[in-house]
């Protein structure tokens, strides 16, 4: 084997294909590879003639870097494949922002609609390898999809815990169809989570969360992709949606050893965004990170809507160690980032719009500089949730600054002219 599942509190550690999720301890375990042969620049080179191939494996946007995600499971992979996902340079969204330099990763573009796809891939294979007789997570929708989608992909059984009534259309629509139990909980995501982990323990479910390490090593292809991109060229910021924690912790790994391999040579800020209304992390952040905090979340961004983050002290390192800053935006300002990412042939669903909206208030607020180039991660498809997207152009009194209202006509062609102005 060439990976160990490593403890963040006590440093004890479990072999890889070790099913628990977390160390004897309760600490939260992260994956240790062995360091590849390859050097930084041998690496780049190795990720370069593997993006051309037409194989599964190397086509995918995750497993093309396995060396950093799970060397020894490469070949065997669950894959879609997944990953590719464009990086955008639209005008109008870049001016809204006020920074010109600034481009979308659009994670909405993964098999399922987000990013979740990317961990889910690594962490279905790491069930199917542990022969697992089932898979669960908790979710406020995406992971639910992705879970689904890639368990029936496997063949393994897969069921997902989601807040009853709080879940976007297109995420519950997507857990039916790819045949997942789905089990809608009267309760909040908070309490999803916590009864799909005692499911796990007594039930003996492999779970696959957030803080299931190996769906992290998947997320962390989100960051190295678009350094790709950016032919290692590293930016002056990255920005993204926080809710959970995962991608911001994820996000903090993936540039830490991106560097320690000569990847890249120094490594970008993060800036995380939640919801006001979800935003214990930034309240953390602004007190020095004295005291993990918790809240009552109420946001319409439902995939941020979390008041009690998982990953929250590795997204303390994170942030930490990249030298960044958190962030929140209001729902006002989410739903005019979304309309304009929308307009701009884009799309995405609300709370991937909050990476924009933050760029946007940390560049009013002198952190983001005119300048810097700035890279912001869509986290998720605009035809996640046509529930938000509808009320705001549809059935909002006064309509919003931006609502493109459908119009009724008869079937007369009079009527059609009168709507052109003729
Ligand atoms: C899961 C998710 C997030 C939040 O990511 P965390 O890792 O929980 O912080 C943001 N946007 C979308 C679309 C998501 O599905
Ligand atoms: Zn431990």
Redesign the pocket.
């Known amino acids: 084997m060439t990976s160990v599942q490593r403890c963040d509190q006590c440093r004890a550690s479990y072999d890889e294909l070790d099913p628990r999720v977390r160390c004897a301890c309760g600490g939260l375990l992260a994956l240790e590879h062995a360091p590849p042969a390859e050097d930084g620049a041998s690496l780049r080179r190795l990720f370069e003639e593997r993006w051309g191939q037409r194989n599964d494996v190397n086509l995918s946007g995750v497993w093309r870097y396995r060396e950093l995600v799970l060397p020894s499971a490469g070949e065997r992979a669950v894959t879609h494949p997944e990953g590719n996902t464009p990086l955008l340079r639209r005008p109008a969204i870049a001016a809204w922002a006020g920074l010109p330099q600034l481009r979308v990763k659009h994670e909405g573009h993964n098999p399922t609609g987000?990013?979740?796809d990317r961990g889910m891939t690594v962490g279905v294979t790491q069930a199917a390898r542990l022969g697992a007789s089932a898979i669960a997570c908790a979710s406020?929708?995406?992971?639910s999809a992705a879970l689904a989608a890639y368990g029936a992909q496997a063949g393994i059984p897969a069921l997902v815990f989601v807040p009853a009534g709080q879940v976007a259309l297109g995420k519950l629509a997507q857990s039916l169809a790819y045949g997942a139990k789905t089990l809608l909980v009267r309760g909040d995501f908070d309490a999803c989570l916590r009864l799909v982990q005692q499911a796990a323990d007594e039930l003996g479910v492999y779970l696959l969360n957030?803080i299931n390490p190996y769906r992290l090593e998947g997320?962390k292809t989100i960051v190295l992709e678009l350094l790709h991109q950016l032919c290692w060229e590293v930016p002056e910021w990255i920005v993204l949606?926080?809710?959970?924690?995962?991608?911001?912790a994820a996000f903090g790994k993936a540039l830490r050893e991106a560097k320690a391999l000569g990847l890249i040579d120094r490594v970008p800020r993060l800036a995380s965004v939640q919801a006001a209304g979800a935003a214990p992390f930034a309240q953390g952040f602004a007190e020095g990170f004295g005291a993990r905090r918790t809240v009552k979340a109420e946001t319409i961004a439902t995939?941020?809507k979390?008041g009690d983050?998982a990953?929250w002290d590795r997204a303390v390192q994170a942030i930490r160690e990249t030298d960044g800053v958190v962030t929140s935006v209001t729902d006002a300002e989410i739903l005019e980032a979304k309309a304009v990412i929308d307009a701009a042939g884009v799309g995405c669903?609300p709370?991937?719009a909050a990476s924009v909206a933050g760029a946007r208030r940390l560049h009013a607020e002198g952190v983001i500089g005119r300048d810097d180039r700035v890279m912001a991660v869509l986290?998720?498809h605009v035809l996640?949730d046509p529930g938000v997207l509808l009320t705001y152009h549809q059935d909002t009194d006064p309509p919003p600054a931006r609502a493109n209202r459908p119009i009724e006509i008869d079937a007369d062609l009079r009527a059609v002219a009168r709507v052109l102005g003729r």
Do not use: M
């Open positions: 987000s990013f979740k406020t929708g995406n992971t957030s997320q949606p926080a809710g959970n924690l995962g991608n911001t995939a941020i979390i983050p990953s669903e709370a991937s986290t998720g996640k």
